[in-house]
């Protein structure tokens, strides 16, 4: 079930530009939709890109 819903969410984020399209009433929830997705990914991004800098920071050199 957990995947299903991970799939749709996928799909209507990846789809979202042609569903707007089609159904222009739906325009601003999917901009806000997507926007929503788009910082969760950049905060996601920050978040490992730290973690692996303190983790290379605190690797031995050699």
């Given amino acids: 079930m957990v995947l299903l ?11 979202a530009p042609q569903l707007a399209g ?8 999917l901009d806000s939709y997507v926007a929503a997705v788009d910082a969760a990914r950049i905060w996601l991004d920050a978040q490992l890109r730290a973690a692996i800098a303190a983790m290379q920071a605190g690797a031995p050199q050699g």
């Fill in 5 to 15: 819903l991970a799939a749709l969410a996928v799909l209507l984020y990846a789809y």
């Fill in 22 to 29: 089609r159904v222009p009433a739906l325009t601003p929830l």
